[in-house]
Every structure is written in C-alpha cells, then in structure tokens.
C-alpha cells in the first residue's frame, strides 16, 4: 500500500506541475538534462525543454523561484532565419537569485553566487558575485551581422533528426554537448513569420 501511495502522490505532483506550467525534471532528465545531487529548485521556474540535453546543473546548486534557464534564442530568427543554440553549465555550489535569467553559452564556475534578477551570459569563474543588468539599446544590424559571422563558423544542424521534435538520439544530443562546450554556440534552422525573407511555406513542427 506504501508503494501505491507514493505512486499516487508523484502522480499528483507532475499533474500540479503540468498545470502551473512547471517542467517535469525526470522527463527532461530522462531527455539528458544533467542534474546533481544535492540540488534544490524553487517553483515556479523555467527550464529549456526544447534542448534540456544541453543543460547541466551540477551538485548541491539552489535555484530561486522565476529562474529561467534558456539555451536556444530564437530573437533573430526574422532577421536570420536560424535558431541560435548554447549550452549552460552551473558548477558545484551555485546559487542563483530569484527571477535570475541565464542565456545561451553560459558556464557559471562553482561556488558562484547569481543575484536576483541578473542576466547572464558567458563565463562566469569560480567563486564571483554577479549582479545587475544593465540595459542598452543598439541597432539590429550589429546583432544579425554578429549571428551570421557566428553561424559561419560555428557547427550548424539540420532541423530533422537534429531537435526534440525530429527525434533526435543520444549520440546526436552527445555531439552537440561536445560542439557546444566552452561557450560556443551553434544553429538550426527555424520558421520564420509571413513577411520575412526567412519564412518556409511548411516550418517545423513546434515553431
């Protein structure tokens, strides 16, 4: 009776956490999110769930509640065509803020202390306090000439077989953790909206 009582209860658990909108941690771990032991995560909080494969939380981090962890950005994909993809690494021992964002490409070192609604991108070394954000404003043109010049040089996939909607594998979630380390980034294709020089007339699934 024990074993179905607690069958029911992570029953009602992931059915509460589908109704507030809460990722389901064993789904997105079973997809190759990488999870620590130790780790304690508030709710309510954004996880990818588009490329949980490309996340590691590593042991005894804490995540306050409005955490959003993002590791594919779609802003430019008018202007481009592409989706960009990053990795995000949170070392042993972090501890990040209430309403936090962590970006694409963002390796955060152990011991590190995110505060509350920083925004983060790149590297951040062992032991550092980051706090703040800063908003500025700048032309378009800079950032596309910037995905391109990346794109360029950066691994590139296709969308079938490459996304959580075209069956990727685990060799491929493999090579794209392996592409991605260091803070690289890398590209898929992604649908644009009617009007853009981007737009396919069939865009894949989930876009």
């Known amino acids: 009776m024990l074993v179905i009582?607690?069958?029911?209860?992570?029953?009602?658990?992931?059915?509460v956490d589908r109704m507030r909108g809460?990722?389901?941690?064993?789904?997105l771990v079973a997809q190759g999110l990488e999870l620590g032991v130790g780790t304690h995560i508030s709710r309510p909080i954004y996880i990818d769930q588009l490329h949980p494969w490309l996340i590691t939380i590593d042991d005894y981090v804490t995540l306050?509640?409005?955490?959003?962890?993002?590791?594919h950005d779609t802003s430019l994909v008018q202007h481009t065509g592409?989706?960009?993809?990053?990795?995000?690494?949170?070392?042993?021992?972090?501890?990040?803020?209430?309403?936090?964002?962590?970006?694409?490409?963002?390796?955060?070192?152990?011991?590190?202390?995110l505060g509350a609604g920083a925004v983060v991108h790149g590297d951040v070394?062992?032991?550092s306090l980051v706090i703040g954000n800063p908003a500025k404003i700048s032309a378009?043109?800079?950032?596309?000439?910037?995905?391109?010049?990346s794109a360029a040089r950066a691994p590139n996939w296709p969308h079938q077989?490459?996304?959580?909607?075209?069956?990727?594998?685990?060799?491929?979630?493999?090579?794209?953790?392996?592409?991605?380390?260091?803070?690289?980034s890398g590209y898929v294709p992604a649908g644009a909206s009617p009007g853009s020089p981007f737009r396919r007339s069939n865009p894949p699934k989930g876009q």
């Not at 009582?5 to 059915?15: S, W």
């Not at 306050?64 to 590791?71: D, E, K, Q, R």
């Not at 990795?87 to 209430?98: D, E, F, I």
């Open 64 to 71: 306050g509640p409005y955490v959003a962890i993002i590791t």
């Open 5 to 15: 009582g607690e069958a029911l209860a992570g029953i009602k658990r992931r059915v």
């Open 82 to 113: 592409q989706t960009r993809l990053g990795r995000v690494v949170l070392g042993k021992r972090v501890y990040v803020g209430v309403g936090a964002i962590l970006l694409p490409g963002t390796t955060v070192g152990e011991d590190s202390v």
């Open 140 to 149: 378009i043109k800079s950032a596309v000439a910037w995905q391109r010049a």
């Open 161 to 184: 077989g490459w996304t959580i909607f075209s069956g990727i594998t685990e060799e491929r979630k493999r090579a794209q953790r392996e592409a991605l380390a260091n803070e690289g």
């Open 22 to 27: 809460d990722p389901n941690l064993q789904r």
């Open 125 to 127: 070394p062992p032991g």
